[in-house]
């Protein structure tokens, strides 16, 4: 299941990857991507969320933390959403703030998935 949840999180980078674009630029991002986006990032967090949660050990090693990095990046999500709603271009900061979060947290993952962490 992890490994699923890996997978959804790097397609949802790649639209991650085009809202930063737009919004650094100073657009506002596509409707349509923003929402493949977050749709994506939810199916990862519930599926990495799943995978902790019947993991038979004890030891999960630093998957707790990245999903912890994840839920912070999906909270920073729903701030840009918010400013996307207004139709007001997001914060420089906050794009910068919510990817690296988002990519700290998928290494964890993707880390661990990989024996690496």
């Given at each position: 299941m992890l490994e699923y949840a890996v997978l959804?999180?790097?397609?949802a980078a790649i639209g991650g990857l085009v809202l930063a674009r737009s919004v650094l630029s100073g657009r506002l991002a596509s409707w349509a991507v923003s929402l493949l986006h977050a749709a994506l990032g939810a199916t990862g967090l519930v599926l990495a969320g799943l995978a902790i949660i019947q993991m038979q050990?004890?030891?999960r090693g630093i998957l707790p933390i990245g999903l912890l990095l994840l839920l912070i990046a999906a909270l920073g999500g729903f701030a840009l959403a918010s400013f996307h709603i207004r139709k007001i271009i997001a914060p420089k900061a906050l794009v910068?703030?919510?990817?690296?979060a988002a990519v700290l947290g998928f290494l964890m993952l993707a880390g661990s998935l990989i024996g690496v962490a």
């Open positions: 959804a999180f790097a397609i050990t004890d030891d910068l703030v919510h990817a690296g």
